[in-house]
């Protein structure tokens, strides 16, 4: 796959919205202000692809970006923000349960846990969920330049351990850590879609 080739072909706010056209579906999903948008534009070697905001919350809708025209990489909208109303975090969960709802095309899941603070009870939550719906998950160890060796190994070793067998593979957007192993992952999934 071109890496270079893509484009965002849809921002889907409504159910009606959401792509099931048989092209395999990599998901990027976790809390607000994880990093899903600047681990987006690392993997996709653009800077302003993806939408960074220094306000978290702000992607409230599905984003899906073609990727030379063999999948989708999906940007999810973050979950978790205090912030947001009743009323938006209903229409948040009602848009993303459609979304992996009967998503044939759903290849993997990138899951983005910060390394620095570990998994909230929102990301065990989604990770119990994508457990038990059998959908295939990684997960993305984000921030991981922020933390000095020892703390790093520390926070490493305990997110493997709640992890079991599901791989956790330390990135960081700003320094382009795990962004080929995370390469590896998708195309190993496009490939078996």
Same mark, same amino acid.
């Given at each position: ?8 072909t849809?921002? #889907?706010?409504?159910k ?12 990027l ?7 899903k ?13 993806a939408?960074v905001?220094?306000?978290p ?13 063999a ?8 979950y ?5 109303s ?20 759903? #290849?993997l ?8 603070t570990?998994?909230?009870r929102?990301d ?24 000095? #060796?020892?703390n790093?190994?520390?926070?490493? #070793? ?6 079991g ?12 850590e ?8 998708i195309?190993?999934a496009?490939?078996?879609?």
């Open positions: 796959m071109n890496r270079h080739n893509v484009e965002l849809i921002s #889907a706010g409504r009606d919205q959401l792509i099931r056209d048989g092209l395999p579906q990599i998901a999903s976790g809390r607000s202000n994880v990093g948008s600047s681990a987006l534009n690392k993997l996709l070697g653009r800077k302003h692809l939408r905001s220094a306000q919350g702000k992607t409230v809708t599905i984003n899906y970006f073609c990727l030379d025209k999948c989708y990489l999906v940007d999810l909208p973050g978790g923000f205090a912030r947001r009743e009323a938006e975090k209903q229409v948040w969960s009602r848009l993303t349960d459609a979304y992996f709802r009967e998503n044939s095309q759903l #290849a899941v990138l899951q983005l846990i910060d390394l620095k570990g998994p909230s929102d065990e939550t989604m990770l119990r969920f994508l457990d038990e719906a059998g959908i295939p998950f990684v997960v993305l160890a984000t921030k991981a330049d922020k933390l000095n #060796a020892t790093r190994k520390k926070n490493l #070793a305990a997110l493997e351990e709640r992890l067998q599901i791989p956790a593979v330390p990135f960081s957007s700003l320094t382009g795990g962004a080929e192993t995370a390469w590896r992952l195309e190993g496009v490939g078996q879609a």
